[in-house]
């Protein structure tokens, strides 16, 4: 890229010439007008979710590229999606921006926003631009679902299982090692890249989808209780019980985790970051003990069954092993916004 061109700041092509340069990101056919135009199948119900991202608070350049921010910020609203039940039509894009940021920069964050949505034939439909202090990104997603298989957090029942697609903790100690590079001694190059690799490029779960209509056959004979684990496993958990009424009891041996964990984690710490790291966008799903079992044969090694919902309120850890003492887990040990 030309050196004057990459040092370019939107200040210099102004609102419209950044428009402009954005639209190349959106299919022709859809952008131009007020708003965009979403067709959608017969018999489908529309499923929108927003996620807003802020520069310092959910990404930074200290430990991810414009590129690699962009993919994040399109993978977390395609697994709200995933969450549901829903397969993608397209987002939109409110960008924040100081005048003071080049024009590069926000060219590849667009560019890793479509190589994310690109796997799952998604595009950019439209948005909006505006100056702002702090560099800020707001996305609206919009999918669809038939009404028998939308996933909702209040459908688990008592003796259902529990079951995650995939490893936990692995994003977040991807995180430490970009913020604390000793750490990587520890590791080989290729858990290294692994680890990295799950902070940077999550995959949002929407190949979990099309696996579980056929366990379950269609239409589901049975609500589906669930969500993603974007803030973390034990959060998803707590809030799946809380709003179905139902506790349940978690096994400390069965939650998957990446086998690096071994080389430079204890197993208290392996654990926390587990429950508590987030952004992993694993799917957590409430199923009889039959289907469960489906499920986990057919996606294979990560995903596992972690425990089964019980009568009563509390989420509880336990250990069968005996060498780790029953714990309550609670919201208030991951992360909230603006807690002090």
């Not at 414009?66 to 829903?86: I, Q």
């Not at 890793?112 to 799952?120: A, D, F, I, R, S």
């Not at 952004?279 to 990560?302: I, K, N, R, T, W």
């Amino acid at each position: 890229m030309n050196s004057e061109l990459s040092s370019q700041q939107v200040k210099d092509i102004g609102e419209q010439g950044l428009l402009e340069r954005l639209q190349r990101f959106c299919p022709p056919e859809i952008i131009g007008d007020d708003a965009a135009v979403l067709e959608t199948a017969p018999e489908q119900s529309l499923v929108v979710t927003t996620d807003v991202l802020v520069d310092g608070v959910h990404f930074s350049n200290v430990t991810t590229s414009p590129e690699d921010a962009g993919w994040r910020a399109a993978a977390a609203n395609l697994s709200d999606l995933a969450a549901m039940g829903a397969s993608p039509l397209g987002i939109t894009v409110g960008l924040g921006l100081p005048g003071e940021v080049r024009v590069s920069w926000v060219e590849q964050l667009y560019q890793g926003m479509t190589e994310c949505l690109e796997k799952y034939n998604t595009s950019i439909v439209g948005g909006d631009i505006v100056r702002s202090p702090v560099t800020t990104l707001a996305i609206t997603a919009f999918g669809q679902v038939h009404p028998h298989r939308i996933i909702r957090r209040s459908a688990a029942i008592v003796g259902d299982a529990i079951v995650v697609t995939g490893v936990h903790g692995a994003s977040h100690a991807g995180l430490e090692l970009l913020l604390h590079p000793e750490l990587q001694q520890n590791l080989n190059d290729e858990e290294k890249t692994a680890l990295i690799r799950a902070h940077q490029r999550p995959q949002p779960r929407l190949d979990v989808l099309p696996i579980l209509w056929e366990i379950l056959a269609s239409p589901c004979p049975m609500p589906i209780a669930g969500m993603d684990s974007s803030d973390g496993l034990a959060d998803a958990i707590i809030q799946i019980c809380r709003v179905s009424g139902v506790g349940a009891v978690l096994e400390h041996r069965q939650i998957p985790l990446s086998k690096a964990f071994n080389h430079w984690l204890t197993q208290e710490q392996a654990l926390e970051y587990a429950l508590y790291g987030g952004e992993d966008f694993e799917l957590v799903l409430c199923l009889p003990q039959e289907s469960a079992l489906a499920l986990v044969q057919h996606l294979g090694q990560g995903a596992a069954i972690v425990g089964r919902i019980k009568s009563g309120s509390k989420v509880l850890l336990h250990d069968e092993q005996k060498k780790f003492p029953d714990q309550v887990l609670s919201l208030s040990q991951g992360f909230q916004h603006f807690d002090q």
